[in-house]
């Protein structure tokens, strides 16, 4: 895999945020919308073995905080957060980019993305 792929939801501030980055940097990629494209559960894994299931449950998130508590509690391990992602979309803090060496990163750090380019 050498593409830049950035997954998220256009709305999402931080993703308009990070992908206008890109844009400002002439750095081609590929969006993924989670909205209209769903979650590739085929990519799942790797996301959650390279950065952590925690990671990528936004737990400040609207979405989150609208979950009843009981199934809050649920959510324990990479295997029950994987459901729940697959589930609502929105609970995957955005954005989730997998970069050309292969890593992937979750949400947006400009110092981070300017060492990945």
Known sequence: MNDLTVYGIPNCDTVRKARAW???R???YRFHDFKKAGV???RLPQW????GWEKLVNRQG????????DQQARI???ASAARLMLDQASIIKRPVVE???????????EATWAEKL
């Open 76 to 78: 324990q391990d990479a």
């Open 48 to 51: 959650i073995a390279q950065a």
């Open 40 to 42: 590739p559960e085929a």
């Open 62 to 69: 609207t979405t989150w905080r609208k979950l009843p508590p």
């Open 22 to 24: 890109l844009d400002a």
């Open 99 to 109: 970069w050309p060496d292969g890593s992937v990163t979750v949400g947006f750090n």
């Open 26 to 28: 002439q750095r081609p």
